[in-house]
Every structure is written in structure tokens, then in C-alpha cells.
């Protein structure tokens, strides 16, 4: 029996846009009705395909523009692709713009419920965590203050700290181990491999190739959109290291 728990099948992503370049809203109201608006089609992604097994933690690596983040958002559900399919076995936690779910005029005790309720934790569990999820985000009396007063380190501390607080089968993590200083950077690195004890599964995008070699043990490498390598995450990131020379 297939223990894939992530199947993503001749996946591809195409985004619409305007070949021609309009001034302004009018303009560009009156091209739509009169349908003399033209297009041409980008292709973020195209024809990916790869499996990921229950356990597993790969890391995705390509340069800028390769379509990283666009993958990781299809499979978390936030993007739908414009061709192939996606198979997923388990509840996903997708830690992709940490604090993205915040009101900024809240303070940051009342977005922990807020982005709680974003994620679809319950307003009972997140009572029973808010002292451990303060404690993590190291925040202190600022936990009282509007988020808008924060810096965006700030803010991503008390995402990550409310996105992690349960153990999820599937962890989706973008370029979210960079946030912070050096000491919040390796206790939410550690965070991450605790999780790995439970059997969790894990996507990961980042630009440090020491990360991606600490916690993954596969991975695939994109370019422009397509994917042309993948397998033991030593020898992936041996390739991509030749790359970027």
C-alpha cells in the first residue's frame, strides 16, 4: 500500500496578464466590456510531478522565480492550479507569510485568538495554550501592545509561535526560520525538529542550503518553473550548489 501522504501530478500554474499597457482604471474597465483586452499567459509552474512520503521532510531549492513559493501554495490550498492534481492525506499547517492574518489595530494577545480562529483552532484550545504561546513568541508586556507597533520580526515571532503550537501531519514551511535574531532562529529550528518525533511531514523552502541539509533528508531542485531534479537532499543540493557558482 502507497504511504504517500502529499501526490502532486502534472501540476501546473499559469497566471493571465495584460500584454498591453493601460494608464488607468477607466481605460482598462472600457477595454474588459469591449473585450479588447489582450493577454498573454505566464507559466509559474508546469508539469510537476513528485510524491512525498509520510515522514518525509523535503526541502524545494531553485533560484528566485522558480516557482518555490507558488508550489508550496498550491499544496497548501491557497493557489489552485490551472492543470493536473493534488492528493493530500492529513491536516496541513501552512506557515507561509507568518502574521498575514493579523488586524494590526489588535494587540497581540487579541490577534493570538484572531489568527487561532484564521488557522481553525478553537477559541477553548487557544485559552489552553496562550501562556505557552506568549512564552514562546518571547514578546513579553509587548503581547499587550497593537500589532502595528511591532516590527515585522516581531510579528512573525507570534505567528510562528500560534502556528506551531499543535503537532500537524503536514508542515508547510516557507522562509519562515529566517525571521528573527540568531537565538530565535535556532529555537524555532529546534521547534520544527521536535515535531519530527510525532512523524510529521514537512516541505520546506529556504535559502540557506546548511538549513535545508539540517532538516530535511530529501528534496527537489526547480528551475523556471519546471522541476528537474530530485531524490537524497545531499545530492539535490550538490546540484543546485553548481548552479549558483
Not at 501554495?73 to 507569510?97: D, N, Y
Not at 502574521?99 to 489588535?106: K, R, V
Not at 501531519?169 to 529566517?178: Q, Y
Not at 532538516?215 to 548552479?243: M, P, Q, R, S
Request: aromatic share 8%.
Amino acid at each position: 500500500m502507497s504511504n504517500n501522504v502529499i501526490k502532486v501530478d502534472h501540476v501546473g500554474v499559469r497566471f493571465r496578464m495584460g500584454s498591453e499597457k493601460v494608464d488607468n482604471l477607466k481605460e482598462f474597465i472600457i477595454r474588459k466590456i469591449k473585450g479588447n483586452m489582450n493577454y498573454k499567459d505566464f507559466w509559474a509552474l508546469r508539469d510537476i510531478t513528485f510524491n512525498v512520503e509520510k515522514g518525509d521532510r523535503v526541502g524545494i531549492l531553485g533560484l528566485n522565480g522558480a516557482g518555490k513559493s507558488t508550489l508550496l501554495k498550491v499544496v497548501a490550498g491557497v493557489l489552485k492550479a490551472s492543470e493536473g492534481s493534488l492528493g493530500i492525506k492529513g491536516r496541513i499547517v501552512p506557515l507561509l507569510e507568518l502574521g498575514a492574518g493579523f488586524d494590526l489595530q489588535y494587540t497581540g494577545a487579541e490577534n493570538i485568538f484572531l489568527y487561532g480562529a484564521v488557522l481553525g483552532y478553537s477559541r477553548d484550545f487557544i485559552k489552553s495554550k496562550y501562556k505557552e504561546i506568549v512564552e514562546f513568541s518571547e514578546l513579553g508586556d509587548f503581547i499587550d501592545v497593537p500589532v502595528k507597533n511591532y516590527s515585522s520580526g516581531m510579528r512573525a515571532r507570534l505567528g510562528f509561535s500560534i502556528a506551531t503550537v499543535v503537532d500537524p501531519e503536514i508542515l508547510i514551511l516557507d522562509e519562515v526560520l529566517a525571521v528573527g535574531d540568531a537565538k530565535f532562529r535556532s529555537k524555532s529550528e529546534n521547534k520544527i525538529k521536535s515535531m519530527f518525533k510525532q512523524g510529521v511531514t514537512v516541505l520546506f523552502v529556504s535559502h540557506s542550503i546548511e538549513q535545508v541539509k539540517s532538516i530535511c533528508n530529501k528534496a527537489i531542485l526547480l528551475e523556471k518553473g519546471t522541476l528537474i531534479a530530485e531524490g537524497n537532499v545531499t545530492d539535490i543540493c550538490e546540484i543546485y550548489e553548481a548552479k549558483i557558482k
